[in-house]
C-alpha cells in the first residue's frame, strides 16, 4: 500500500476516476503555490497553531503539540517564540488554576487576518488573467469552495477536541 493511501482506497475509485483526482490535484497545486508565495515571518506550523487556537480557543501546550504532530518540547519552545512575538499568550487555566493555556493576541488575531487577506489578494490577482469563462467557473464554484473549508474545519475542530 502506498504511504498515507486509505484502505478503503477501492470503494472511493469510482468517485476518483470521475475527474475528483484532477479537482484535488488542481487544489493542492493552488495551495502549494498560496504557501510558496506567503511571507515567512513565522514557520507553517507556527501559523497553523496559531490558526488552531483562533479556531478551537486557549488550548494547553500538550494539546497543541497532539494537534500539530510536533513533540511537547518542540511546541514549548514554538509558543515562546509566538509569545515574545505578541502573536499568543501564556494564561491559566479558569478551570484549574494548575494549568497554563495558549490563547491568542489580538495581535495574533490581526496577522492571521493580514496572512489570509494576503493570500486571497495573491489568489485575485491570478483570477484576474484567466478567460472570463474561467472565472466565471471559479466564482460559481465558490460556494463549494468555502463548503469544503467548513467541512475541514469541522474535521479539524472534531479532531483538536478528541470528538469522533
Do not use: W
Amino acid at each position: 500500500m502506498l504511504l498515507g493511501m486509505s484502505p478503503h482506497a477501492n470503494e472511493h475509485s469510482s468517485d476518483l476516476e470521475g475527474g475528483l483526482i484532477e479537482v484535488g490535484e488542481a487544489l493542492h497545486h493552488l495551495l502549494t503555490a498560496a504557501v510558496r508565495q506567503q511571507p515567512r515571518e513565522i514557520s507553517l506550523t507556527a501559523a497553523s497553531t496559531l490558526a488552531t487556537i483562533e479556531r478551537t480557543g486557549p488550548r494547553r501546550v500538550t494539546d497543541l503539540a497532539v494537534t500539530e504532530r510536533i513533540t511537547q518540547p518542540s511546541m514549548t519552545a514554538l509558543v515562546t517564540t509566538l509569545v515574545r512575538a505578541g502573536l499568543a499568550e501564556r494564561r491559566p487555566d479558569p478551570q484549574d488554576q494548575r494549568v497554563v493555556l495558549v490563547a491568542l493576541t489580538p495581535a495574533g488575531a490581526r496577522y492571521l487576518l493580514a496572512r489570509r487577506r494576503a493570500g486571497a489578494e495573491a489568489f485575485a490577482r491570478l483570477v484576474e488573467k484567466l478567460p472570463p469563462a474561467d472565472v466565471a467557473a471559479l466564482r460559481a464554484a465558490a460556494p463549494a469552495l468555502r463548503h469544503l473549508h467548513d467541512l475541514d474545519e469541522e474535521q479539524r475542530t472534531r479532531a483538536v477536541v478528541g470528538d469522533p
